[in-house]
């Protein structure tokens, strides 16, 4: 007879917890162009974490002896836990007596898959921060890419990100595009390929650079309204925090099966908005 309690036994919810956990802060696109500064504990939705950014200082000229001492108020915002989404599925005894580690890793990359969606849709929606000063065309009049005019584009994307002082020495920018304007990409000769970039410091899955941003490919930057909303940025735009809150199974008492399901608490918020730009694109 076969011992169901043991045969199961890759499916332990801890184990689960900890390699979900490891994939989302690997292969997540959106989460290389983040920054988790203020993540802290979260136990539920609700949670609060208080960001706390640091007035300017002025520097003044010394004409005298004196020097007078500006009072600096730092300001205080505060980034809601606001996101819970939740995944549920059930597996017979049947399917628990041939599984399997091989198995285990395929529900947990469907998992993580299911989450990157929605998290990536959700991160991509902060393209309403971006200021109208760094906004490359318009809802009513959309930039047309092609082949020819995609670099010329790019290089107003990351013009708009310098001239707001958003990039600095040691700070590298990024820019988020779908598969459609990627084929545009491929085509253009001053787009860099990440096999002929000559050193090592692109983006955990970046295709290339272009205009000097880390080119990433995301399938959740959709269209809206005919429209895509390229994003682009730096690390220091969006503080992100985020939980697997839990991972649990329990023994479903209407059949002979398993129920596994877990917990996901979110959040986030631009907090330097001058450090993202977008470029609105016609999606035809």
């Known amino acids: 007879m076969t011992d169901f309690s043991t045969t199961y036994s890759a499916f332990i919810p801890e184990v689960w917890s900890q390699k979900l956990n490891t994939m989302l802060e690997k292969n997540c696109v959106m989460m290389q162009c983040v920054n988790k500064n203020w993540e802290g504990e979260i136990s539920k939705q609700g949670d609060k974490v208080k960001i706390i950014t640091p007035a300017d200082v002025t520097v003044s000229t010394l004409t005298t002896s004196n020097i007078t001492y500006s009072a600096l108020t730092p300001t205080a915002k505060e980034l809601e836990i606001d996101q819970k989404k939740f995944f ?7 399917a628990k007596a ?6 285990m890793e395929a529900h947990l990359n469907n998992a993580r898959k299911a989450i ?16 109208a000063s760094n906004t ?11 082949k020819s005019t995609i670099y010329e ?13 958003a990039v600095y020495a040691g700070v590298r920018p990024w820019v988020v595009i779908n598969p459609n304007i ?3 990409l491929l085509q253009s000769p001053e787009f860099i390929s990440a096999h002929n970039v000559a050193d090592t410091t692109l983006r955990e899955g970046s295709i290339g650079r272009i205009a000097g941003m880390d080119v990433l490919v995301s399938t959740n930057l959709t269209a809206v309204d005919g429209k895509y909303y390229v994003l682009a940025g730096t690390n220091d735009a969006i503080t992100f925090a985020s939980q697997l809150a839990k991972i649990e199974s329990l023994r479903d008492k209407d059949s002979f099966s398993d129920l596994v399901r877990g917990l996901y608490l979110y959040g986030a ?13 016609s999606a035809s």
């Open 88 to 94: 549920a599925f059930k597996i017979d005894d049947i």
């Open 98 to 103: 041939q599984a399997n580690t091989d198995i």
């Open 116 to 131: 990157e969606e929605v998290q990536d849709s959700y991160l991509l929606a902060l393209h309403t921060d971006v200021p």
């Open 136 to 146: 490359v065309g318009t809802t009513a009049s959309p930039i047309a890419l092609n």
């Open 153 to 165: 584009k790019f290089v107003q994307l990351s013009l708009a990100l310098k001239n707001s002082d």
């Open 182 to 184: 990627e084929s545009y």
């Open 269 to 281: 918020k631009t907090v330097q908005p001058n450090a993202l730009a977008k470029m609105i694109v």
